[in-house]
């Protein structure tokens, strides 16, 4: 069985600053690695995900995520934060196939002006 | 157009009654999925379909029962409402063709917010 653990539930970041959210997963079997962000009052979306290809995974709006087997990490990055980056961030993972998807708690990130 | 839609979009209501919320989703998508979000924002999957068929069912209580009339929709039907059922709940789609539900991009929709007194 799969699980992950999200470090922190609550960043805080200035404006232009790294954003760097933390995930550590455990799974039996090479994983797949997501990660979703909620903003507020919407549904979720995907950010990116890992699929056993590239270990450095590059998705929307700034954000890219590397896969390390050997911390078993799936860290977030963003070089500089937004205002519009505020929003709740979840790491999931999944041992792929029919697998469902296993959520971390979430983080919420604030960013100060 | 909204990919996935739910309605209604908030539901308030007292202990005892019966309520159901309806989802669709306009992707062409073989998959869909509800989830439930809690105070805490922890995030649980309940049910799962694929082209009508039910492919995952956690440990959800009996009161909650999907139904998926075609593959566009998947509705979720509510009896006799508990306050800890109070909670925001996710329609979910995806489109079954990169390898399972483990493996595919979910699309969410904006979410039905359940208030139970």
């Known amino acids: 069985a799969q699980s992950v653990t999200q470090l922190g539930s609550h960043v805080s970041v200035s404006e232009g600053a790294l954003v760097l959210l933390r995930c550590n997963y455990s799974s039996s079997v090479p994983p797949y690695l997501f990660w979703y962000v909620q903003y507020p009052n919407q549904g979720l979306q995907l950010l990116l995900k890992?699929?056993?290809?590239?270990?450095l995974v590059k998705g929307i709006n700034g954000f890219e995520a590397e896969f390390k087997k050997s911390e078993t990490s799936f860290h977030l990055t963003k070089p500089s934060a937004h205002m519009s980056d505020a929003a709740e961030y979840f790491c999931?993972?999944?041992?792929?196939?029919?697998?469902?998807?296993?959520f971390g708690a979430g983080t919420t990130v604030t960013v100060r002006a | 157009d909204t990919a996935v839609s739910q309605t209604p979009k908030y539901l308030v209501t007292q202990m005892g009654n019966d309520k159901s919320i309806k989802c669709e989703q306009n992707l062409g998508h073989d998959t869909m999925y509800w989830y439930k979000q809690d105070s805490k924002k922890f995030l649980k999957i309940m049910f799962s379909y694929n082209n009508k068929e039910l492919i995952i069912n956690e440990t959800v209580p009996n009161r909650f029962s999907p139904k998926s009339p075609d593959k566009a929709h998947l509705n979720l039907h509510i009896n006799s409402l508990e306050l800890g059922d109070s909670a925001v709940y996710f329609c979910?789609?995806?489109?079954?063709?990169?390898?399972?539900?483990?493996?595919?991009?979910?699309?969410f929709g904006p979410g039905t917010r359940l208030t139970v007194l």
């Open positions: 979910a789609s995806s489109s079954g063709l990169a390898g399972g539900v483990g493996t595919d991009t979910q699309y």
């Open positions: 999931v993972v999944s041992d792929g196939g029919d697998y469902k998807l296993s």
């Open positions: 890992y699929t056993s290809a590239a270990t």
